[in-house]
């Protein structure tokens, strides 16, 4: 029996057709993978479902009735239940709390019975298999994979039809989402509920869901049972015919890059990522890619001085370093775009001159102490001019301007800074079309300019705009070196989500 | 839409204006220049009080010790001056326990994390302490007349001089020092200072002993004025001082700033001035103030332009 029917779905952004007729469709007791590449329409579809954004167009039935009014509260209620990556949990809160958070059972005057809650928790968390909680400490004092685990135990309390989970696995060991699977079976098997499963791993897929819906560049490409596709087929699909050859895509000629090696980091290994081992030369442009949670952006941070690591080295034109802080970091021409561009990578309510200088204020004060307004003014106006800046004004707030333009800020900020050393984690995430191709554009100048780059992205389609060369991780480890004249998308895809050198 | 953002942005100047007119007419002379100078002499206390806590502001934490430090180090200058001191050693020995109390406070914060809040709430209740144990609560008069501190230089209160002159200094010290900009992007977003190489810890420290500075200075000035150290000095600053401070983010950019202080710190004085010489009740004072510190907040929240978490006039 078909439970959820989401009908010819479009939803227009600003310069994009985030979904374009996009059909999807959920039976009874099924799990139903959704899968695509990063910006393939996929989160898009499921604020539709959750009533957090509204389709332009297109119908939704939910057990045969159509839906008109839908509000997040509406979908809780009629028992759609969603599990996003960050869960949506108290830390503060017990494990108990957190499960009946919303409708704890009340004493006849009203009141909580702490004893009732505990006891209705447990019974919770053992109908999906799980003794090992404590349900009276605080969540925050669980792991990565309990804590999924509460989540799950928190949707079930309520009942639901359908269960959604966004990259359940991306922070977890593969026992935890062995336990996890067992778990969604379970569910499937004896509660009836029908989940969907967002994910970027291939064998995970193949292992739990029944169907796979693909998604690309906001169409629905198709929906089958998973045994009717092979993992070669299905990346085909997420890729798409028209993008396989890689020799199409514009290459500049002129970034070759140079022997010399600039950074080079050898057997690092941290909680995060194991025996990471690559070299950047001056003028390349070093692509990173994965999934999330694959480990690229903690290997960033490592480099920058943000996160500890317990073996390796890290070597800064031939120099061993040992990067404690980012201003230890900066000293030897090191820059870091953060992938949080608003909350650690700017000052928002601050103005563009303000955001552009504060990396060098050393250099650009006058004598010793005081500021420059004018060299500061002079210098932001001609970042501005270079990087191309809207609005050129040097006194803007930063939050009045566009993702790509507060991107440039960012590395405006770093040019001035001196950088040779750019660490660029995901600088194209919300920008427009025209936003992206100016940024790439920008990163080859740095790059031709004697830069190195390490660019680190979930898109695979810009590894081969910008990139010289490229490295593929999963979870944690580096899985493939390639350039991109020799990979093709659908091989890149492959790697990243998680396919073998042996099936190859 | 558009000019009603103005008026509630610049609300603060109209208010002053129309207490002026009001109490001016009220009040025969009130409206001369002779004493609409000399409320800026009166308004240096908790002027220059307001400059350190807003600097402290600009880095994002709170500092309400002054409330304590200030009968403390009152009590301590009169006595040193009646036991004989030399005055610029008695002022110099303030200031210095200005410096290690705005420290101590920076440790706790800083190296204890102890919320701000916290941390100089116990320190003001410590110092207040302090002082009733070695003082007994006796009012200690001090004698002499410091002319070159309180005199006139042609109609201008020299006092207020000082004070316009420590406004221009310390509005440069914020706005225009690599230190300044530093403590207000820590301000900000201290993880992305921390991001961008500022040392966070050195910085605020700074803030806190330039606070301290700044609080042991108004305490000064408070008892030559006053020619005598009294209990109630730190009880009755806390509300105008720690009002100023507030205002001043109604004035202009929206942060603490000292400017704004400046101007804050004159709205409450002709407040006080204004209830003083109609014969008001000494507690209609502070109500009239705190009443006021509200208003102009929610005012000029309301009246801000789009953003973050700001209710759009359109």
């Known amino acids: 029996m078909r439970v959820l029917l989401m009908e010819g779905v479009t939803k227009e952004f600003p310069g994009v057709k985030a979904l374009d007729n996009v059909d999807f469709e959920l039976v009874e007791r099924e799990i139903h993978a959704l899968v695509g590449a990063n910006g393939a329409g996929k989160s898009t579809l499921l604020k539709i479902l959750a009533g957090v ?40 809160l017990s494990v108990a709390q957190n499960i009946f958070m919303g409708r704890f059972p009340k004493t006849i005057i009203g009141t909580v019975s702490r004893r009732d809650v505990w006891s209705s928790a447990r019974q919770i968390l053992k109908q999906i298999g799980v003794e090992d909680i404590d349900v009276t400490l605080s969540l925050g004092e669980l792991s990565a994979a309990q804590q999924q685990l509460v989540a799950i135990a928190r949707a079930l309390v309520r009942n639901p039809a359908i269960l959604v989970l966004d990259e359940p696995t991306a922070r977890l060991g593969s026992d935890e ?42 169409q629905r490409i198709i929906t089958d049972e998973l045994q009717n ?48 081992n690559f070299a950047l030369h001056k003028r390349e442009i070093l692509g990173i890619v994965g999934a999330v949670g694959a480990g690229k952006s903690e290997l960033a ?24 802080s980012p201003r230890a970091s900066m000293r030897f021409g090191v820059a870091f775009c953060p992938e949080d561009r608003r909350s650690k990578g700017l000052l928002l309510k601050s103005s563009i001159r303000e955001n552009i200088v504060l990396a060098s204020l050393d250099r650009l004060a006058l004598g010793r102490w005081l500021c420059n307004p004018s060299r500061e003014r002079e210098v932001t106006q001609r970042l501005i001019k270079r990087l191309g800046i809207v609005p050129s004004i040097p006194d803007h707030i930063t939050y009045k301007l566009s993702g790509g333009n507060q991107q440039k800020v960012v590395l405006a900020k770093w040019l001035c800074a001196h950088g040779e050393i750019f660490i660029l984690d995901e600088p194209t995430v919300g920008v427009d079309v025209r936003g992206k191709q100016e940024i790439y554009q920008l990163i080859r100048e740095l790059a031709m300019q004697g830069a190195g780059v390490l660019f680190i992205t979930s898109d695979i389609h810009e590894l081969f705009e910008v990139c010289t060369s490229f490295i593929v991780m999963h979870r944690g480890r580096i899985v493939a070196r390639m350039r991109p004249d020799e990979a093709s998308l659908d091989r890149v895809l492959y790697y990243v989500m998680g396919g073998s050198n042996a099936q190859a | 839409m558009r000019r009603l953002k103005y008026i509630f942005q610049y609300s603060i100047f109209f208010l002053i204006g129309f207490l002026l007119v009001l109490f001016a007419t009220l009040v ?13 002499a009166q ?12 600097i402290i502001m600009i880095g994002g934490e709170i500092d309400l010790s002054f409330a304590g430090s200030f009968p403390l180090l009152a009590y301590i200058f009169a006595r040193q001056l ?33 919320p701000s809040f916290l941390a100089t709430t116990v320190m003001m209740f410590l110092l207040t302490g302090l002082y009733f144990a070695i003082s007994g609560g006796r009012t200690v008069y001090i004698k002499g007349y410091y002319g070159f501190l309180f005199g006139f230089w042609g109609p201008i209160p020299k006092i207020t001089l000082f004070l316009l002159v420590l406004t221009v200094v310390l509005h440069m010290l914020t706005e225009h020092t690599q230190w300044g900009i530093m403590l207000k992007s820590i301000g900000e977003n201290p993880e992305y200072a921390f991001r961008m190489g500022i040392n966070v810890s050195s910085i605020k420290m700074t803030a806190f002993a330039l606070g301290g500075v700044l609080f042991s200075a108004a305490a000064l000035i408070a008892t030559i004025r006053l020619s005598s150290a009294t209990g109630t000095l730190g009880s009755q600053a806390l509300l105008p001082v720690m009002a100023s401070a507030y205002m001043s983010t109604v004035v202009g950019s929206g942060k603490p700033n000292i400017w704004g202080a400046l101007v804050a710190s004159y709205l409450l004085q002709v407040i006080a001035c204004g209830f003083g010489t109609l014969g008001l009740p000494f507690w209609a004072t502070p109500m009239a103030q705190g009443v006021l510190l509200l208003l102009l907040v929610a005012l000029a929240n309301v009246g801000k332009k789009r953003g973050i978490g700001q209710v759009s006039l359109g």
């Open chain 2, 82 to 114: 009646s036991a004989g001191s030399e005055f610029f050693m008695a002022v110099t020995t303030i200031l210095a326990l200005g410096i290690i109390i705005g420290l101590i406070n920076a440790v706790t914060v800083l190296y204890m994390r102890v």
């Open chain 2, 43 to 54: 308004a240096a206390v908790t002027g220059v009080a307001a400059y350190g806590l807003a």
């Open chain 1, 53 to 92: 954004i509204r389709a332009d167009s297109g119908n939704i039935f939910f057990k045969g009735k159509q839906i008109t009014q839908w509000s997040p509260r509406q979908v809780m209620e009629a028992g759609i239940q969603f599990i996003y990556q960050d869960l949506g949990l108290f830390n503060g």
């Open chain 1, 229 to 276: 596709i092979n993992p070669e087929q299905l990346v085909k699909y997420m890729v798409g015919a028209r993008l396989k050859n890689s020799g199409r895509l514009r290459r500049e000629k002129s970034l070759e890059p140079s022997e010399e090696v600039i950074l080079e980091v050898s057997s690092l290994t941290s909680d995060w990522f194991t025996d990471i």
């Open chain 1, 177 to 218: 989402v062995n336990t996890l699977f067992a778990i969604l079976k379970k569910l499937r098997d004896e509660n009836g509920v029908s989940i969907i499963f967002v994910s970027h791993r291939l064998e995970e897929v193949y292992q739990i869901a029944d169907r796979v819906t693909v998604l690309r560049d906001g």
């Open chain 1, 301 to 324: 941070e490592t480099i920058f001085g943000l996160r500890p690591y317990s073996k390796g080295q890290i070597r800064i034109k031939g120099c061993l370093v040992q990067p404690k």
């Open chain 2, 28 to 40: 025969p002379g009130f409206g001369n220049i002779r004493n609409l100078l000399s409320m800026l």
